[in-house]
């Protein structure tokens, strides 16, 4: 079970990686056909809260969080971590990209008004790697040992 619970993170994460990178080249190159149409995607793309840190995008933070992710499956793959310390590490940075998503999804249905489908596939993704994380912990040997 563990390891098609890996697989799918990995999946997911590569799927997160590919839809971070292309927003991020879009907010960099503000080419708006990237957006396929979407309005929406333009909207979101062009309001203050898709910068973080004085003109970082946020979709850059998306990639490194992804990063983060892939990076910690291949510690744990190549037995440079333990997988109790992955699943724990895991879950911490997946539960920051959870709130932070949480966070944004607010901020595009409460404060934009407008729904970018990117941003909602990248959304979906973490939530789903955010769900697999949990379910790691869960069925980890550590806290089936309490």
């Known amino acids: 079970m563990d390891k ?5 993170s990995l999946v997911l994460t590569v799927i997160g990686i590919l839809v971070s990178i292309y927003m991020t080249v879009y907010k960099i190159t503000n080419l708006t056909v990237m957006c396929g149409g979407s309005g929406d995607c333009e909207v979101v793309n062009a309001s203050k809260y898709s910068e973080v840190f004085g003109g970082f995008p946020v979709a850059g933070v998306g990639v490194i969080g992804y990063l983060t992710i892939l990076g910690l499956h291949l510690l744990e793959m190549r037995g440079k971590l333990s997988r109790e310390n ?19 999804v607010y901020i595009e249905i409460a404060v934009i008004k407008a729904l970018c489908p990117f941003c ?26 309490d």
Not at 86 to 104: C, D, E, K, P
Not at 124 to 142: A, E, G, Y
Request: glycine fraction near 6%.
């Open 4 to 8: 098609r619970l890996i697989q799918a």
């Open 86 to 104: 992955a699943t724990l590490g895991l879950f911490g940075i997946t539960l920051i990209g959870f709130l932070f998503t949480a966070y944004l």
């Open 120 to 145: 909602v596939t990248s959304q979906v993704v973490m939530t789903l790697i955010f769900i697999v994380s949990v379910i790691r912990l869960i069925k980890s040997p550590q806290s089936q040992e």
